[in-house]
């Protein structure tokens, strides 16, 4: 159900935009007024989103950690796993924003009779999501080529490397036929499970197919069903130097169909678990140094109470107590 | 609103709006070149051959096609030995060839094909063996 409703939620937006570019000609609504509506929500929603997790003291020092900290000079520390300062804070971000390092420790834990509890290597989701990131990644800055007058070299050769095996004409990219299997690895995973499946929600079905359709109509329309490319640079370039306009020729309505997908993806994107994009960044389990035994961290919603020392207390009592035959501090 | 740790959320704040708008400043002050394709021997070549200006294909096909139908191409005559097509719109015979058929009527790569390419930002690698025609003097001013 909740698969069929995504499914056919992106389903309905593809056509949406194919016919009112094909029947209605709103080539201007979804070729200029939507792109660049998404565009500014994107960027706003994902500013607000930093803002509030900023705005959220964290006051508990709760790095997740695998490794020995660091104490004595003479006991072997691990740097990475455990990190006791910045340094080591964005090494170990970086490795696992690029690597997944986290996520190449998952487990499978299966019950089985006895009751036995058993532990097994599961390495399928951490290399699916690593192919369907790293392809993503790569194909958005293939894209670039649309949004540069003078293509720098760096984005010429990752377009070369991609296109390598020179297979067809146009030559076939490796990141598009990664991404696609990836894409259908990761949906198959979340049916295919049936406790996967119990757990997931239309918000996690829904992008997933939104980047699906995404990429299939790029792939038809750079392999089979031919846009105008040289109209779609022009469009795009007439987005960013913010004086849009219509080229004189035809792109083809998948254009738009991929462009109001994207651009769906992108207002949506705030919004959604989408947001991990910044908010792997801002995990306190993550983004923090283990170093509570060496700073003191003061809890920053502590309320100002009040103490009354002892010291205070035996200055107001000293007379009665000493009276009392009760031993004081100072005399 | 208070932040929390503010110099290191605005520093990433500034560093995701620098990188998502990248293109947007980028590209300031660069001039807007557009492909300027030139037609003018082609289009006499085609009026000669068969009376019409017109491309092998029409050209809302062929400037989308003109990949596939050259992949086609290579593969008919380098595969099955076949080096006629018959053109599906006006019916003349062409020589399935890059050098002798499309180069003759595009007699500039540079003013014709590099134009739409370099644009683009693609290579066809094809003239790595192929020879393109040589550029006549005219053609370069
Ligand atoms: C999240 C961002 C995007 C994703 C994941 C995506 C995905 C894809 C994929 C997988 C392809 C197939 C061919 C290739 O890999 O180059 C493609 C092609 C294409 N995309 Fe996108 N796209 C994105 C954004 C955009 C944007 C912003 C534009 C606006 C100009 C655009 C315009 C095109 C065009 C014109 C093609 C055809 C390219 C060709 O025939 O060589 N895409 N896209």
Known sequence: MKVLVSFFAVLVLALVAYAGVEAANLQYLFGVIIPYAAFVTFLAGVVFRILKWGSSPVPFRIPTTCGQQKTLPWIKSSKLENPSGLLGVIARMALEVLFFRSLFRNLRTQLSDGPRLAYGEAKWLWLAGLAFHWSFLIILLRHLRFFMEKVPLPITMIEALDSFLQLGAPLLYMTDVVLLLAVTYLFIRRVGIPQLRYISLINDYFPLFLILGIAVTGVLMRYFFKVDVVGAKMLAMSLISLKPALPEVQIGALFYTHLFLLSVLFAYFPFSKLTHMAGVFLSPTRNMANNSRAKRHVNPWNYPVHVHTYQEYEDDFREKMKGAGLPVEKE | ?141
């Not at chain 2, 096909?61 to 596939?68: A, C, G, N, P, S």
């Open chain 2, 1 to 141: 609103m208070r932040l929390y740790n503010g110099g290191l959320i605005i520093t990433g704040i500034v560093v995701f709006l620098a990188l998502a708008t990248f293109p947007f400043y980028y590209n300031i002050g660069k001039a807007n070149a557009k492909p300027d394709i030139k037609l003018e021997p082609a289009i006499k070549m085609s009026e000669e051959r068969y009376g019409k200006k017109q491309c092998v294909e029409p050209k809302e096909w062929i400037r989308r096609e003109h990949m596939v139908l050259l992949n086609h191409w290579r593969d008919a005559v380098v595969r099955d030995e076949n080096r006629g097509y018959l053109s599906t719109d006006t019916g003349t015979r062409f020589n399935m060839s890059l050098q002798n058929e499309c180069m003759q009527c595009h007699s500039s790569k540079k003013n014709f094909c590099d134009q739409c390419h370099n644009y683009m930002a693609v290579k066809p690698f094809c003239w790595d063996c192929h020879i393109a025609p040589t550029e006549k003097e005219e053609a370069r001013s």
